[in-house]
């Protein structure tokens, strides 16, 4: 199915949590949070495989757009600074 790698997911994250906020873009087959395999423990990652290729590209549409927003108010806090 079409897979997303998504990073610097919150440790106490539950993968229902994450299904429901990526169902927003369509249909989620499942999500898969990866752990470390010695000690078990979350590293802040997660597989998201979507039913259908348009909503996971919808989905890297929307982060597209919100990393550009995000990085446009950083150089506006940056030129306010100085």
Do not use: D, W
């Not at 949590?17 to 990526?22: G, Y």
């Not at 348009?54 to 506006?76: F, I």
């Amino acid at each position: 199915p079409p897979t997303l790698f998504v990073r610097n997911i919150p440790l106490i994250a539950e993968e229902g949590q994450l299904k429901e906020r990526f169902e927003k873009y369509g249909p989620v087959k499942g999500v898969f949070l990866v752990t470390n395999k010695e000690t078990g423990n979350p590293t802040g990652s997660a597989f998201v495989h979507f039913v259908k290729p348009e909503s996971m590209e919808l989905c890297l549409e929307e982060a597209q757009k919100e990393l550009e927003l995000k990085l446009l108010g950083e150089e506006e806090k940056e030129e306010n600074a100085s």
